[in-house]
């Protein structure tokens, strides 16, 4: 009886890749240090502990020399799920040193929550938060949008030989990875370029209304990465700011656009934005689910001024489909077809490729076309069909792929709903928050209001949901591959 072998993965390759990231991390951590410098709080000592710590955790681990410097598969999937737990421990260092007094289990899933973009917290008010505590909440969602590997690969040029097309595809979202250029690296720096300069545009545009400059940053960096961390507790537009609320629905849309697609419109190489199937399909579906919310509040007589079915329910249908999170002052007011809408869009998500969750609109293309296919052979049985998506027929590989993948992210959602049960939370309250888990959107039900606070929630159910977060974000494959036997075996 033959048994199967032990596969050799570098480990020590590994973990100096990681030193990398922890020295890019230190990095942003100087962006609230000097926040908390210019406002002249205590908490700017956190931040230089939780500086010092993280740098030299990352020295230590760059001073390694692996024998060999060669990177598969198995190193890609189990560098990008190490990545993130890595990061989120040394992420949530200012959050356990600083007066929020947070505990290891809240620290670590708002970390958790914020690298994922899920915008859960556990923060009951952030009344008296430290400006340099709300600043890195916003950072570690920005750095998480695009992800940090991803920036790793932009800024470390040898990772580029050493597993980088690996890398790319076990951290990126989507049913296929387009490369912008043959190299690895320069897809990266191009896909970074467009974030930036729309991060930087959003908060130069909220510059320009009544926010002060720390909360157009903040509001600039959740919004651009779909995160939905706020630096307030009132939510966004409260003070019925028009010009805000019209800002933050076109960027918040922008945030759910393939980023490639972007990118290829802005330096003239794709001109037909309109002719890609599934950019074409995320604004149908986001109209949609606008004019159904409209309706909704026509019916439900909550309508009381122009704002009430123009910018308020297109700002919420933007605002779940990008699995930004943010809602309206009333939206818990809006009624049970609301939250169907709402759960429908927190499932389906935007497009692959770009900074929002769910299963992607791509699939779910996909998915009808297929589906389409198989009603029309059952009357034509000897038909020849295929699923065309830009006028390019996709291969049954694919979509086996896209398939299998959906009802991996049911299976998911129904385990985790079934966990967060046991663990104390109530039935629909369990299942809401696993969907919003997985689709990084962040709302939650009565245990935690549609606020999205998490500070009810039993520890155990808060490190279930943590999981479920990043199983979300890295698309179910690259977490779920390193528990399966075949992972390590030859």
Not at 30 to 37: D, E, R
Not at 85 to 96: A, D, H, K, Q, R
Not at 256 to 274: C, P
Not at 341 to 353: D, R, S, T
């Amino acid at each position: 009886m033959a048994f199967k072998s032990k596969s050799y993965i570098n480990f020590p390759m590994l973990l100096r890749v990681i030193g990398w990231l922890l020295m890019i991390e230190a990095a942003f951590m100087v962006v609230p240090l000097v926040a908390g410098l210019i406002f002249d709080e205590h908490e700017t000592m956190s931040f230089l502990i939780s500086l010092g710590i993280t740098l030299a955790a990352g020295g230590g681990l760059m001073s390694l020399r692996p024998r060999s410097r060669e990177m598969g598969k198995r190193e890609a999937i189990m560098l990008t799920g190490m990545t993130w737990v890595i990061l989120s421990l040394f992420g949530m260092l200012p959050f356990l040193l600083c007066k929020t007094h947070l505990n290891v289990t809240d620290a670590f899933f708002e970390t958790m929550s914020g690298f994922t973009t899920t915008g859960a917290t556990v923060l009951d008010t952030l009344v008296g938060v430290p400006s340099s505590i709300l600043l890195w909440r916003c950072v570690i969602q920005w750095i998480g949008g695009l992800g940090i590997i991803l920036f790793t690969l932009a800024v470390v040029p040898m990772l580029n030989y050493q597993g980088g097309m690996q890398l790319f595809n076990a951290e990126v979202t989507g049913i296929t990875h387009d490369k912008l250029r043959p190299r690895v690296s320069y897809t990266a720096k191009g896909l970074w370029m467009v974030y930036i300069c729309l991060t930087v545009l959003l908060i130069a545009l909220l510059s320009f209304s009544e926010m002060n400059l720390f909360d157009a940053v903040c509001y600039g960096l959740s919004t651009m990465s779909t995160g939905g961390f706020s630096s307030h507790d009132m939510p966004l537009g409260s003070d019925n700011s028009l010009y805000v609320k019209i800002v933050v629905v076109i960027f918040m849309f922008m945030g759910g656009v393939n980023f490639t697609l972007i990118y290829r419109s802005v330096t003239g190489r794709s001109l037909k934005l309109w002719n890609n199937t599934v950019f074409r399909c995320y604004v149908v579906i986001t109209l949609v689910c606008y004019a159904l919310l409209c309706v909704n509040l026509l019916c439900r007589g909550l309508v009381h001024n122009a704002a009430d079915v123009t910018i308020d329910p297109l700002f919420q249908a933007v605002s779940i489909i990008s699995s930004t999170g943010l809602t309206v002052p009333d939206f818990s007011d809006w009624g049970p077809l609301a939250v169907v809408v709402l759960v429908i869009m927190m499932f389906m998500g935007a497009c692959a490729g770009s900074t929002s969750g769910g299963a992607k609109i791509d699939r779910f293309v996909v998915l009808f076309k297929f589906l389409k296919n198989e009603f029309y052979k059952m009357m034509n049985p000897n038909a020849v069909t295929t699923v065309c998506i830009n006028g390019k027929g996709t291969s049954y590989v694919v979509v086996q792929k896209v398939l299998a993948f959906l009802f991996l992210y049911v299976i998911v959602i129904a385990a985790g709903g079934i966990i967060l049960i046991l663990l104390g939370m109530p039935l629909v309250d369990s299942f809401f928050c696993a969907l919003s888990a997985i689709s990084n959107t962040g709302l939650g039900t009565d245990i935690t209001g549609m606020s999205g606070n998490y500070s009810l929630v039993p520890d155990g159910a808060k490190w279930t949901l943590a999981f479920i977060m990043l199983i979300g974000r890295l698309e179910l494959y690259t977490i779920l591959l390193i528990f399966s036997p075949s992972f390590w075996c030859k």
